[in-house]
Nanobody, 124 residues
Framework: QVQLVESGGGLVQAGGSLRLSCAAS????????MYWFRQAPGKEREFVAR????????YYADSVKGRFTISRDNAANTVYLQMNSLKPEDTSVYYC?????????????????WGKGTLVTVSS
């Protein structure tokens, strides 16, 4: 059983930056591809970014490409999401998730474990 705990959310002005962290415990972190999803009020949870188990491959939603960067530190059992040039439409609860499959689809139902989320609010 893998436990995931997100941190780093908060209130930021448009154009600002935040760095989210997700600390993992209870499993072999380097066995999992890691994801960030987000969910705004009244909307479905959506894919944001993915990083392979080794960290050698990343993939982003078009809406965040060029602004967000996902990274991981397998020695520290942590995955990060650096968010730059934030926009009001980025306001959401951000969740990290783990998938043991190296070929998994970037959809919520494919994830094996979830964190409880951290709120990011971007003011205009």
């Amino acid at each position: 059983q893998v436990q995931l705990v997100e941190s780093g959310g908060g209130l930021v002005q448009a154009g600002g930056s935040l760095r989210l962290s997700c600390a993992a415990s209870g499993g072999t972190f380097s066995n999992y591809a890691m994801y960030w999803f987000r969910q705004a009020p009244g909307k479905e949870r959506e894919f944001v970014a993915r990083i392979s188990s080794s960290g050698g491959s990343t993939y982003y939603a078009d809406s965040v490409k060029g602004r967000f960067t996902i990274s991981r530190d397998n020695a520290a059992n942590t995955v990060y999401l650096q968010m730059n040039s934030l926009k009001p439409e980025d306001t959401s609860v951000y969740y990290c998730a783990a998938d043991r499959s190296p070929f998994g689809r970037p959809i919520p139902t494919a994830m094996d474990y979830w964190g409880k989320g951290t709120l990011v609010t971007v003011s205009s």
